[in-house]
């Protein structure tokens, strides 16, 4: 079936693309090739309904009560619309949840949770939240923890990611089963092609030591605090940065 959503999406380009072959393609024209793709989409899933790609997965069975209360997801265990890239082809107003202890996307359709395959599964936005999937290759030019979805906090020349990990521990309190989830949180720049780990504030400037003169007045006088909000500071940092080196 998602090889039929393809050919729907390939047929519209073509016919777009054969009327312009000798024509320079207008802005007036781009806009019309993104609506016909999105109109012809939107015709193919509702037609196709639950047979969609966006459903190619296995079911989700969750978590105890005990542990959704402790919350192993991003932000929160309600599912939230937002969009997928699943096998090169975007999803959108879908629901999602992201498990950051397992470390994978739940889709909910009207009767199913299902979770999504990870290898398929290129990028996806929660809300205003966007992710990627990064692959971790080599350990001597790559500082990424590990291969899975990243937090897109910067998306420029000089790129920001996130990297949110939850772990589920579970011991016997007064003869019951009682769950607690650790946090741990990472951040990477990836530049010229390479993922860095930020292990501090001081190893932020290290990387970006071009620029480090300008950096610590730009965050002295916007009063930030990298303490107290890393995503925060690192992010307006980081496109400062961007802005004064273009």
Do not use: W
């Not at 959503?5 to 072959?21: D, G, K, M």
Request: hydrophobic content about 30%; overall charge positive.
């Amino acid at each position: 079936m998602l090889a039929l959503r393809i050919f729907c999406l390939v047929t519209v380009t073509s016919i777009f693309q054969t009327n312009s072959a000798h024509a320079q393609v207008s802005q007036k024209d781009s806009s019309f090739l993104k609506s016909s793709i999105n109109h012809a989409l939107t015709f193919y899933d509702q037609n196709i309904g639950e047979q969609s790609g966006k459903y190619n997965g296995s079911q989700n069975i969750g978590y105890p009560q005990g542990v959704i209360d402790k919350n192993p997801y991003f932000i929160s265990p309600n599912f939230t619309k937002g969009y997928i890239v699943y096998d090169q082809v975007l999803y959108d107003n879908v629901n999602l949840v992201f498990d950051e202890s397992a470390d994978l996307v739940v889709l909910q359709d009207s009767s199913h949770k299902i979770e999504l395959i990870t290898e398929k599964l290129e990028a996806f936005g929660i809300g205003d939240n966007h992710f990627r999937y990064l692959i971790k290759k080599d350990e001597s030019t790559n500082d990424l923890l590990k291969t899975g979805y990243y937090q897109i906090l910067v998306d420029n020349k000089i790129s920001l990611f996130k990297k949110e990990t939850k772990k589920i521990s579970e011991k016997i309190v007064s003869n019951e089963l009682s769950y607690t989830i650790g946090t741990s949180q990472y951040y990477y720049l990836k530049k010229e092609g390479r993922f860095y780990e930020i292990q501090n504030k001081k190893g932020f400037f290290r990387l970006l030591k071009d620029k480090e003169k300008e950096l610590k007045k730009y965050i002295k006088t916007q009063h930030f605090n990298y303490r107290k909000d890393k995503n925060y500071t690192l992010s307006n940092a980081v496109e400062y940065y961007n802005l004064i080196t273009k």
